[in-house]
């Protein structure tokens, strides 16, 4: 198995921790990344709503880099690819407009021709790896563990343009993907909400509203752990969860994986090499849980 890579903004830079995650543990499931080094940010849902044309030109331009590598695309973002399969639906089903954004990109001699279909790594081992195959490999179970799952937005709606209709399972994966390392789900109504992030920047109150509110909530129900495929609600529920506390004048200490992360300890990889110790919520109680403390 061979994908196009596009690991997405925060993860080379906001959260660098979990590229080297990401990365290590494709290596171990035996899937081959190749890197687009030019590949552009998605827009992350903001431009669009400034200038959709621009961004989804941008989306186009990364579909089409795939395309001459004559690959799929693998995201680890759920932002990402919320966004992406948004641009990709408009694309598709308006020849008119995906003309107009290739007229964009000729100055770099690049056409979308409308191949590309972005899939997450969660969706990759649902669907094309196989969830027995992934615990076939799995050394250290992740018993005794309790993990809320978090999807965020973009990767559950809008349902026609990711596909939820065509695969039913994807509204599940997650809670599947956790079954799978062995570890118990809590399960909560917040899973497919908002973490607060695209709002940060103008409206922090109600931005940590929702991180105290989603962190609290799978606090009281006895997570030991929440896990999410999207590193924006990774930086927003982990970054900004002391401050989200604070506002809300309550202790969470919630501890944030990136999917990958929990992946890689089901793996037996390292907790430094999953670069762990840069969380900003301390992960030792978990850690300490699965006996990799000390």
Excluded at 113 to 137: N, Q, R, S, V
Excluded at 269 to 285: A, C, D, N, Y
């Amino acid at each position: 198995m061979k994908y196009a890579f596009f690991p997405g903004c925060v993860s080379r830079g906001g959260c660098p921790e979990l590229y080297p995650a990401a990365k290590m543990i494709c290596q171990r499931l035996g899937i081959e990344l190749e890197e687009m080094p030019g590949a552009s940010c998605t827009g992350a849902g903001v431009l669009q709503e400034k200038n959709e044309l621009l961004g989804d030109a941008l989306n186009a331009r990364t579909f089409a880099m795939a395309e001459k590598l004559g690959l799929q695309i693998m995201t680890i973002c759920s932002t990402c690819q919320g966004v992406m399969n948004q641009a990709n639906y408009r694309m598709q089903k308006d020849p008119e407009y995906l003309a107009l954004i290739n007229s964009h990109l000729a100055d770099e001699g690049l056409e979308y021709k409308g191949t590309a279909e972005p899939k997450h790594l969660l969706w990759i081992l649902i669907e094309d790896y196989g969830l027995d195959k992934l615990k076939e490999i799995i050394t250290r179970p992740l018993h005794g563990v309790r993990l809320a799952p978090f999807y965020g937005c973009y990767i559950v709606r809008p349902t026609e343009a990711l596909d939820i209709e065509q695969h039913p399972e994807r509204q599940t994966s997650l809670e599947q993907l956790i079954e799978t390392l062995g570890a118990t789900v809590i399960d909560f109504a917040g899973k497919t909400r908002c973490c607060g992030f695209p709002i940060l920047t103008i409206n922090e109150k109600n931005s940590m509203a929702m991180v105290a509110k989603h962190t609290s909530e799978v606090k009281d129900l006895g997570a030991d752990a929440m896990i999410t495929p999207c590193p924006l609600c990774h930086l927003n529920l982990d970054g900004y969860q002391p401050k989200a506390a604070a506002q809300a004048q309550r202790p969470i200490g919630m501890p944030i994986l990136h999917m990958p992360q929990a992946i890689g300890l089901a793996m037996g990889i390292s907790p430094k090499e999953l670069g762990l110790q840069r969380h900003i919520m301390s992960v030792k109680p978990l850690l300490m849980k699965l006996d990799l403390v000390g």
